[in-house]
């Protein structure tokens, strides 16, 4: 097991940022840790990265006890946090460089590492004179030069172009092949991009931890269709595994189904034995980003 969280809690004065959390996370893989602003995400990565200490609760890393082996982890573990720390009057050569005699690693890494970001065209820059992209590629080469077996993420592709996100979305994949990532992100569209499981954090407690494959198999269907006149909701609970009916304007209706079997052909056959003529029909599913929204709007 490369993380194991065990009952963690945090509290700041009177305010809890987590609230009695626990998940685990095997070796291998890209889990996407998400939540709206304020959730706890940052609080918990900073507990597994020993920068902070938990209120309550304990944490293994890689086999190595959360308050009793931090050097270890340390060591296991890369970390880009939110707000990239970096000096930005070195170039970047010479920051990896020096940051790899704190790790003691050879300077063979340095060049490797800085060839697998992106970063060759502006190795001999200023990192003060970079863009924000860059100096992500830059925070991200330094979480990955010491080959940590665990690497965790906070908002890793902030700031970058198009281009740039494909690329870095990449690279944060193939790590994952061999090594376990733990990364937030507020993009839904790079979770579903790269992550193999989900975990949905709301004021301190995890709202939702499922692998995007179940979560693909049970999204709810929904269909809006259009028909030539009114008809009662009550009369379209004819069709089978129908869970809910919506009518948000005129003769348009949005029909729940709760099953992976495509319900077309049973709303065109419904309308034909009821004598309707269809105006228009979309085929929806309940997306990560609708999820996300009513996991994290429910009111307390």
């Known amino acids: 097991m490369s993380i194991e969280v065990k ?4 509290v700041y004065g009177e305010q809890k940022a987590l609230d009695n959390i626990s998940f685990s996370i095997e070796k ?3 889990v996407g840790f998400l939540g709206p602003n304020g959730a706890g995400k940052s609080t918990m990565m900073k507990i597994l990265t020993t920068y902070i200490p938990a ?3 304990e944490a293994i890393v890689n086999g190595f006890e959360l308050e009793k082996e931090e050097i270890d982890i340390k060591r296991s573990v890369g970390y880009l946090p939110e707000h990239n720390p970096l000096y930005l009057d070195m170039y970047v050569r010479e920051y990896l460089l020096f ?5 003691g690693v050879g300077k063979a890494e340095v060049t490797n590492i800085i060839e697998k970001t992106g970063l060759l065209p502006e190795a001999n820059k200023k990192i003060g004179s970079l863009s924000k992209g860059y100096r992500q590629r830059v925070g991200l080469a330094t979480a990955l030069l010491h080959d940590p077996q ?3 993420l906070d908002e890793p592709t902030t700031g970058l172009d198009p281009n740039q996100l494909v690329e870095i ?3 944060i994949k193939n790590v994952g092949e061999e090594k376990t990532v733990l990364l937030s992100t507020h993009i839904m569209q790079e979770v579903e991009a790269i992550c193999d499981r989900v975990i949905i954090i709301d004021k301190g407690k995890i709202v939702l931890d499922s692998s995007l494959s179940d979560l693909k198999k049970n999204q709810q ?3 809006e269709v259009e028909f030539d006149y009114r008809i009662e909701n009550v009369a379209l609970n004819d069709l089978p595994n129908l869970e809910k009916v919506e009518n948000p304007i005129d003769f348009r209706y949005h029909l729940y189904f709760d099953t992976e079997r495509d319900m077309r052909g049973k709303v065109f056959d419904f309308a034909h034995d009821n004598g309707l003529k269809i105006l228009q029909l979309h ?3 309940m997306t990560l980003e609708k999820l996300f929204t009513t996991l994290t709007s429910q009111q307390v």
């Open 7 to 10: 009952n963690i809690t945090k």
């Open 28 to 30: 291998g893989g890209v």
């Open 55 to 57: 209120t309550k609760g």
């Open 99 to 103: 940051n790899a005699g704190i790790y």
């Open 150 to 152: 665990v690497l965790i």
């Open 169 to 171: 979305r990449q690279l």
């Open 221 to 223: 269907q929904i269909i």
């Open 283 to 285: 085929q929806k599913s």
